[in-house]
């Protein structure tokens, strides 16, 4: 039962990031590329794609979190795991339980964040978007590397 | 030194140890230092976490990584080593010299160590044993030549060091290049005088021009990058955009090895890649920020000043210290965090920072597979099975190359700076 839940989760999860990821990194491609075009040809040059692409690096980076953690590719230092095999289990459960303050301490702190910007109603200079909406990617990773870990402790003990 | 610093220090290291991501283990040692010793609330930390990466700098670390894997997917790193192995094979060693020039030229797309450890690595250390190459010198060549993929441009860690220094990327880019060459050509000849004279099996007839002609539009990539940068026709991400662009186009159409369905994948996997990477940045930013909080670069800085007053001697510490470093922690934290603390110091000893930059990226490109703690050890040790004496051994003469080159530049800076000086950059 808590598996499938699990299962499910992970699905929806999956599915929000790789869609969103993708076009977020082909839209900015897109549009740097058009500017390159633009500059050479017509010597104009795209006011938007700038911060379009800043917006774009803070998603992938903050939203690729997730994905990063549910692959476990973060980098780590293993130099002592690999001479003590023996304390992998142990390291792995209180990395798990670090990672879990870390995402808590990210929706906590970065929904304070969001609340001061929509009182104080900040928004880019070009293309005027709200920064509080910026701002909600800091809350959403924690979300999301909260949800993936969570997946990761009790996934391994059901199997 | 004083207590406050050796707790955030042991913080830290006892935080990495503990197998957190590095990304956190920075956060966490800034945390604990900001909220026990300065009384700033947490919130200032997670907005330095979020403004870092509001930084339109930070967008060539996406656009080069989706570059090297949209390669890697399609088969233009497979040509680009065909070419290579047509190029050298027939010579006594030239296998091994295969191995070390695909490295190079992986790695001028791809820029990650580990990842062209696994990827060449993977397959270069079982083929060359078969072909009856000594075991010791395939693991060897095989733990140490992806640090080209570091040093030669596009390096990750290079870009990273022109944002903290203001450094031309593009004159850091050039000066990648001889240390790569010298590198490369070095190892070919310890190859060639070590199998001279000795009947190998794998020196097959390859036609040159054939192998050329195949892969003529991926070695356009390339050119494409650095032509374009170095011209001064495109900005250093202009150059990567364009480049992923080209190099989608010739695997869909040309090649014709991706398909449109692989093209969301490879886009994914680029996005997760940089975000390991971009949060890394995030973390040392925090982490910096509280070391200039707390003035430690000042104070180390007044100590070294203090004690250390010739540049020969300043540049051998630094030379040993980033060695050792580079053994425990990733390139990109240490350029991040070492980076601000060196940097004030180089005016006194009047060393150029762009030459700086140079040393610190091949120095720490060279703790991945320094023993008995480099990364790439223990991933070619996993291939073998043999245990990290075996593996340390075995990588000696290539590590001494590597030094030696390292050496020779931070000791003649008009060398090392020649080609950005030549190109106008410097």
């Known amino acids: 039962m808590f598996n499938t839940t699990l299962k499910k989760i992970d699905k929806v999860l999956t599915f929000f990031e790789e869609w969103t990821l993708f076009i977020t990194v082909f839209v900015s491609l897109f549009a740097l590329f058009l500017n390159v075009i633009l500059r050479y040809t017509i010597n104009y040059s795209l006011a938007w794609s700038e911060e379009l692409v800043r917006l774009v690096i803070i998603y992938t980076t903050l939203i690729g979190a997730g994905v990063a953690i549910k692959n476990k590719s973060m980098i780590k230092i293993d130099a002592l795991v690999q001479f003590f095999p023996k304390i992998r289990k142990p390291l792995e459960i209180f990395s798990n339980i670090a990672t879990l303050v870390f995402a808590v301490l990210m929706m906590f702190y970065g929904f304070k964040m969001v609340m001061q910007m929509v009182t104080t109603h900040q928004k880019t200079i070009i293309m005027q978007i ?3 909406f910026l701002y909600f990617f800091v809350p959403l990773m924690g979300f999301l590397i909260f949800m993936r870990t969570i997946h990761i402790i009790f996934w391994r003990e059901q199997n | 030194m004083n207590i406050t610093d050796l707790i955030i220090l042991a913080v830290l290291l006892f935080c990495m140890a503990a197998y957190i991501p590095v990304f956190m283990a920075l956060f966490f040692a800034a945390l604990v230092g900001f909220l026990f010793f300065t009384g700033i609330s947490v919130q200032f930390l997670a907005q330095t976490l979020f403004r870092s990466l509001d930084n339109f700098a930070l967008v060539v670390v996406l656009f080069f990584v989706l570059c090297g894997n949209i390669m890697n997917r399609g088969s233009t790193v497979q040509k680009l080593t ?5 190029l050298v094979s027939w010579l006594p060693g030239g296998l091994g010299m295969t191995g070390v020039i695909a490295c190079g030229l992986f790695g001028a797309i791809s820029g990650s160590t580990v990842a062209t450890v696994i990827a060449i690595g993977g397959f270069m250390i079982p083929a060359l044993i078969k072909n009856g190459y000594d075991k010791k010198y395939a693991v060897g060549l095989m733990a140490s030549s992806p640090n080209l993929g570091v040093i030669i ?4 860690s290079m870009i990273l060091y022109s944002m903290i220094s203001n450094v031309s990327l593009e004159g850091l880019f050039l000066t990648g290049f001889l240390p790569g060459v010298l590198i490369t050509l ?9 199998y001279k004279g000795k009947e190998m099996k794998g020196a097959k007839k390859i036609n040159l021009l054939k192998s050329f002609k195949d892969g003529f539009f991926a070695f356009m990539l390339p050119i494409i990058i650095f032509g374009g940068i170095f011209s001064g026709m495109f900005t250093a991400n202009e150059a990567a955009v364009v480049a992923c662009v080209y190099a989608l186009f010739i695997e869909l159409f040309i090649h014709k090895s991706m398909k449109i369905r692989d093209v969301k994948k490879v886009m994914v996997d680029s996005a997760e890649m940089s975000a390991v990477l971009l949060l890394i940045v995030a973390g040392a930013t925090c982490f910096g ?20 007053h010739s540049p020969f001697v300043f540049l051998l510490s630094v030379n040993i210290l ?34 700086f930059g140079l040393i610190m990226t091949i120095n720490l490109a060279i703790g991945y ?13 996993a291939i073998v099975e043999k ?12 590590l001494l190359i590597q030094i030696l080159v390292l050496l020779f530049l931070t000791y003649n800076p008009k060398i090392a700076l020649f080609l950005p000086r030549l190109m106008g950059f410097f």
Do not use: Q
């Open chain 2, 387 to 398: 245990d990290i004496v075996y593996v340390s051994k075995s990588v000696f003469p290539f």
């Open chain 1, 130 to 132: 709200p920064l509080s």
């Open chain 2, 153 to 156: 441009p596009p390096s990750i």
């Open chain 2, 82 to 86: 065909n070419f290579a192995d047509a």
């Open chain 2, 186 to 194: 070095l190892v070919c000849i310890y190859s060639f005088f070590l």
């Open chain 2, 322 to 355: 980033l060695l050792f470093i580079g053994m425990f922690m990733d390139i990109i934290s240490a350029t991040l965090i070492l980076g601000p603390v060196f940097l004030p110091m180089l005016t006194v000893f009047n060393i150029d920072p762009m030459h």
């Open chain 2, 289 to 308: 920020r509280y070391l200039i909080f707390e003035n430690v670069p000042g104070r180390i800085a007044d100590i070294i000043l203090s004690t250390i």
């Open chain 2, 369 to 381: 597979c320094t023993p008995p703690m480099g990364v790439s050890l223990f991933i070619t040790g």
